[in-house]
């Protein structure tokens, strides 16, 4: 079989999520830095939107992080969950991942990065912060008591590990309210796929 | 099996793209309007943005039009194609139509929408239609000259035909340089499917 390769930005979490994917499942692949001179017509070339993650294998070019999921799963038959409810589940939860929580926690990120603390706009940060509070009940309840968010570590582990990561290097905790959420998050640092794929830009705790 | 519900709101290009993909695939499904007064705890409960559509099958309630359509495929394995590659292509056509192909008619939609022409604010109406215009080379050379983006009727023929719809019944039209692409819509539109799922607020042609 080809060698999977990923051309990667660090700290995407789009990114970070097909990282931890690749890593959960022990494929090999290549992870390449979107931005190295000599490798960027391999992916940009195939990128309507000159984005990545953008994944090659053998003669597919993937250019969005949920296909690229999907292929994942095609390949390997082990990144969603063995029931039928279960991988729908997954789904419905890593979709709520890429767009509710994203949404909010990129108006935190964009407000300070490349910014310094006096250059923030406080309004903006707070408007963020409270958009990601709003979305975490639904989470919450969609958890309950289990371990992982569809029967066992899926979609919903490595979109939101991913997210809560970055928002944890931001200064965005999930409030105490969602013990459930923090003791999920608490695991999913202690994998060894977490430091393993964390962007070094960003730091693993404050 | 018990019957499948979808719970609907017949201008969405989202259900639209749903009602496709379940007449095509021969399904039976109760269609219900999501403004019925006494159904809609029925969808409510479930979309965590009280949006549609939601299809409810059994215990699964499905909130996702993209989820949706992989359930589709789960149950009938009729939905994408049969070689991985074309699965794969037919997913990330899917997701261009969904994002820059609706993002761009967002525009025109929203402005024309509920507004009599003397109030639209016509420069948006044409930043949308340039929006649209600068998407289609992509799928021009994707279709090529095929007669389906990936192998046969697929989701992107689902998602496509329900905006193309759309955009047609509020006056934005494919260019004649995208011949392949105006082709394929007539074709689409030739099927049964077409006339079965149209919402009845939006004509068929103008």
């Known amino acids: ?12 979490p789009f990114c970070w999520k097909v990282r931890l994917a690749i890593r959960e499942l022990g494929l ?6 979107y931005q190295t001179p000599s490798r960027q ?10 984005t990545v993650p953008v994944l090659r294998h053998g003669d597919l070019a993937i250019y969005e992080s949920d296909v690229i999921l999907e292929y994942l799963q095609e390949i390997t038959g082990r990144l969603l969950p063995e029931s039928l409810a279960d991988r729908i589940q997954a789904r419905l939860v890593h979709q709520y991942s890429d767009t509710r929580i994203g949404a909010a926690l990129r108006e935190v ?3 300070k990065r490349d910014k310094t603390p006096a250059q923030w706009d406080t309004e903006r ?5 409270e958009a990601f509070n709003r979305a975490l009940p639904f989470l919450a309840q969609q958890l309950g008591e ?4 569809a029967g066992r570590h899926s979609l919903p582990e490595c979109a939101l590990t991913a997210r809560f ?8 905790e999930i409030p105490e309210e969602f013990a459930n959420l923090r003791a999920w998050f608490e695991r999913m640092k202690a994998r060894p796929s977490f430091a393993l794929t964390a962007p070094p830009a960003v730091p693993l705790s404050r």
């Open 1 to 12: 079989m080809n060698v999977i390769r990923l051309y990667n930005k660090p700290e995407c």
């Open 41 to 50: 017509a391999e992916w940009q070339t195939f990128s309507p939107g000159k």
């Open 165 to 172: 990561g970055l928002a944890e290097a931001y200064g965005v």
């Open 125 to 129: 940060i707070a408007a963020g912060t």
């Open 146 to 149: 289990q371990d992982f968010f």
């Open 28 to 33: 090999d692949a290549e992870i390449i830095d």
């Open 109 to 111: 990120i964009f407000e």
